[in-house]
């Protein structure tokens, strides 16, 4: 069941809906059906050592957990 994201063409909200089956998603804002489905970041999940945690100038102010500073677009802020 994929997980997709949806911008609402009434109110604006960004939101994502879990597709089960023949699922119809409404904004949970305002109800709307009329919605964009937008361009999905895909999450991978790789392994990394804890050197690599380490090195990230943003490890700790970042918000992400697990934050490794690989790849983010994060690590240049610090």
């Known amino acids: 069941m994929p997980i997709y994201e949806y911008v609402c063409k009434n109110c604006g909200a960004e939101f994502e809906f879990l597709l089960r089956g023949d699922d119809k998603p409404a904004c949970p804002e305002c109800g709307d059906r009329q919605l964009n489905r937008t361009m ?6 790789t392994s ?3 050197s690599a945690a380490d090195a990230c100038p943003v490890r700790d102010s970042c918000g992400m957990p697990n934050c490794c500073g690989q790849g983010c677009g994060l690590e240049g802020l610090a």
């Not at 999905?40 to 999940?45: E, M």
């Open 40 to 45: 999905s970041v895909p999450a991978a999940h």
């Open 48 to 50: 990394s050592s804890s």
